[in-house]
């Protein structure tokens, strides 16, 4: 089966560093994209890795290893307003996402 | 300002009635999803639709039906609701099959 595994809370502290852990299971692979998501509100996209590496967007970046079937999520200088849930989702063979639970970021003054 | 809209933002149902959640987008995506989300689990695909004209059945779909009769819509129907379609239901689109897919609102269904 598929499956995709990422911590279920986290807590940090303004102004710190957090990683957000994500493994994954999948028939094929296409693709990884880490999304945002404000309690009651939709998924916005955050990054999305192909390639083996890293890639970084202002204070985000994203880490992806293939052959460990693993990524992170960097976020630094946090802030209250990265107070959300954290999305790891995966393409697989036939192109359609598998997505993982979530992880809840809870930021502390 | 584009995007994706869906109606109803939300809905209590009786359970057997018929439903049809709606969902437009006028970004020309050619691929669209309905997704589910429940607490504690991932958003799990209900239907897809790669270009107009077609549909394709994704993780659950017993219990829902969708068409799509032209690039912008994408309804997704429950044709007999029961209490474990309550759900918060996601619309999205993509450009193609490898790019980011994008958001609608959602709709939070209570079938009682």
């Known amino acids: 089966g598929q499956n995709i595994d990422q911590p279920t809370e986290m807590t940090a502290t303004e102004g710190a560093i957090v990683q957000i852990n994500c493994t994954y299971q999948?028939?094929?692979?296409?693709?990884l994209f880490w999304y945002q998501q404000h309690a009651g509100e939709a998924p916005t996209f955050l990054s999305y890795?192909?390639l083996d590496g890293l890639e970084e967007k202002g204070r985000f970046s994203s880490f992806l290893s293939r052959s460990k079937g693993y990524s992170y999520l960097l976020l630094k200088e946090l802030q209250m307003k990265d107070s959300a849930s954290y999305l790891c989702?995966?393409?697989?063979?036939?192109?359609?996402?598998?997505w993982g639970a979530g992880t809840k970021l809870i930021i502390k003054p | 300002i584009a995007g994706i809209t869906q109606a109803p933002t939300s809905q209590i149902l009786a359970a057997g009635r018929r439903m049809t959640l709606r969902c437009t987008q006028d970004?020309?995506?050619?691929?669209m999803y309905w997704y589910r989300q429940d607490l504690g689990l991932g958003l799990r695909l209900i239907h897809y639709?790669?270009?107009?004209?077609?549909?394709g059945k994704g993780e659950v779909p017993d219990g829902y039906s969708v068409s799509r009769a032209n690039t912008d819509d994408f309804p997704l129907t429950l044709a007999s609701a029961v209490p474990s379609q309550t759900s918060v239901y996601f619309c999205?689109?993509?450009?193609?099959?490898?790019?980011?897919?994008?958001f609608g609102q959602g709709t939070r269904l209570t079938v009682v």
């Open positions: 999205a689109s993509s450009e193609g099959a490898t790019t980011e897919a994008f």
């Open positions: 970004m020309r995506h050619n691929a």
């Open positions: 639709s790669n270009t107009a004209g077609t549909t």
């Open positions: 999948t028939s094929g692979f296409n693709g």
């Open positions: 890795n192909v």
């Open positions: 989702a995966v393409r697989d063979s036939n192109y359609q996402l598998i």
